[in-house]
């Protein structure tokens, strides 16, 4: 693969020409783009489509051809896609991209999702299914799962899941309250959860409930019995893979029957989400039924029809981030002591950072009153649950639409109530150990965009008064960066990890 060899230069509303002619729909393209590029900063921009990526109605093991060293291949953008991602995905360099799509701004953050473009790819053999499953925006919990109520869809079959009840989150909850505390908590859609639950167990339709503590066939005895830990395993080991695609590093797994399964690289994070999931229970004919067209997709589609029938732009291009202030008051000097690292649950994503007020202890105390958890920019107090603080910044009153900052282990005593107004730099609660496993006070702070988790080390990074964090050798080892500053990670505090709010 050939090496970079040209200084990237940022370019802002100035896009490069380098071709005399191209088609036209390269004109309305180079349009969209020039907007999006010159948007204020807490603006989004809606690209409408010259294009929409086809539903595929390929077989799920067509083979692609071998190609030649970088052939250029056609490729509609899809929601999500970042440049590092598809360099990954086809086996090529960013560079490579651009010259082959000079309309591109090198500042660009996300692609406009039914975008045309031309990608030089190097074949790699074993590529997988090209078949499609279902739509990011069915996988997100996000804008198209505004409508769905999951009581009263529950409550309309005759299966187990309406009976059911099992104590899950400090509390006791019957099937539908587990489904959607799952789904609210990983931001993966209710729907989908509730498709492999009858897919794999008959949650819906089986009054039967089955004779398994394990009815989504992942045999872990000490750490997921019974179905609210299944259904667990389930939206964390689905994240992994759609977020392990959506930042191009989940290029390859093996499957339980030792099969290399190398994602084709046309694929979208959802499909690939649901074979990454489905290649930790199940082998040969049964993994393949799973992931084609009479699989998980027919059980979906007869729930809930068509997964592709609506077609939400969940991420659109060039997608921009507002203004965000440190998490902790002016003046105050905290320590950085979680670089990237997951949102919610285990592994992906790495959309998360940690801060520590000062204190002259370790482990779990009790702040100073000063020394709270500020909001990082207008907005309203969405959910309210044990360690957790939603504040929209759109004001709509819904975690699932728009930007949102999630705050984790944030003290009961002392935190806002539900609905309120917030304006940048009020406190938002106290920094404690509540609300999941934790060796210390801190807070947990991530970022949603349409119920979808953004990445903070990404082409959208999570800024916060100019500080940028980036990936470490693993999670929550890394830096936060500052105009050639840099602060690293440290769960001790001292100058290296130390960061001071307003500088």
């Not at 180079?30 to 990526?53: E, H, I, K, R």
């Not at 539903?55 to 291949?73: A, C, D, H, N, W």
């Not at 994602?263 to 393949?288: C, H, K, L």
Request: aromatic share 12%; net charge negative; proline share 9%.
């Amino acid at each position: 693969m050939p090496m970079l060899k040209k200084r990237f230069r940022t370019t802002s509303c100035i896009l490069r020409n380098e071709r005399s002619a191209f088609p036209i729909y390269h004109i309305f393209i180079l349009f969209a783009f020039v907007l999006t590029s010159c948007v204020p900063q807490n603006a989004s921009f809606q690209f409408n489509a010259t294009a929409t990526p086809p539903i595929p109605t390929s077989t799920p093991y067509t083979s692609r051809p071998k190609y030649k060293p970088g052939e250029l291949v056609d490729y509609i953008a899809q929601d999500g896609d970042t440049m590092p991602a598809l360099a990954k995905r086809f086996n090529t360099s960013e560079e490579e991209i651009f010259e082959a799509n000079p309309i591109i701004p090198r500042d660009v953050t996300t692609l406009p999702p039914g975008m045309p473009m031309k990608i030089p790819i190097y074949y790699l053999p074993l590529w997988g299914s090209q078949f499609q499953i279902i739509s990011d925006s069915a996988f997100v919990n996000g804008p198209a799962a505004i409508d769905f109520d999951t009581q009263s869809f529950v409550d309309a079959y005759p299966g187990w899941l309406r009976e059911y009840s099992e104590y899950a989150g400090k509390k006791d909850r019957n099937g539908a309250e587990i489904v959607d505390y799952v789904a609210t908590n990983f931001s993966v859609s209710p729907r989908l959860l509730l498709a492999l639950l009858e897919y794999q167990a008959g949650a819906l339709t089986n009054p039967e409930k089955p004779d398994t503590p394990y009815p989504l066939e992942y045999i872990d005895p000490q750490s997921h019995s019974g179905m609210y830990l299944q259904l667990i395993w389930a939206a964390n080991t689905l994240n992994n893979g759609y977020y392990g695609w959506r930042r191009g590093d989940l290029l390859e797994f093996d499957r339980l029957d030792s099969k290399l399964e190398r994602p084709d690289p046309w694929q979208n994070a959802a499909s690939v989400a649901i074979q990454y999931y489905f290649s930790r229970t199940q082998v040969g004919v049964a993994y393949e039924k799973a992931i084609g067209a009479e699989g998980l997709l027919e059980t979906y589609t007869k729930l809930f029809g068509n997964p592709w029938s609506r077609q939400d732009i969940l991420i659109p291009g060039s997608l921009k981030q507002p203004t965000l202030l440190l998490p902790f008051p002016r003046a105050e000097t905290w320590t950085y002591t979680g670089a990237p690292h997951t949102a919610w649950g285990k592994g992906e994503p790495f959309a998360a950072v940690d801060f520590a007020p000062p204190s002259e202890v370790s482990g779990c105390f009790v702040t100073q009153p000063q020394h709270f958890t500020a909001a990082m920019a207008n907005g309203m107090v969405t959910r309210v649950d044990r360690g957790v603080v939603i504040l929209d910044l759109d004001m709509d009153g819904d975690e699932r639409t728009g930007w949102v900052i999630l705050y984790l282990h944030i003290a009961t005593q002392g935190r806002p109530q539900l609905g309120t107004i917030l304006n940048a730099g009020d406190p938002i609660g106290y920094p404690s150990c509540e609300g999941g496993k934790t060796t210390g006070t801190h807070i947990h702070i991530a970022r949603k965009y349409n119920g979808e988790w953004i990445l903070a080390d990404s082409p959208l990074p999570f800024d916060m008064e100019g500080w940028i964090p980036h990936n470490g050798v693993a999670a929550y080892r890394g830096t936060l960066v500052k105009n050639g500053y840099t602060v690293k990670a440290s769960s001790v505090s001292d100058a290296r990890s130390q960061i001071t709010s307003g500088n």
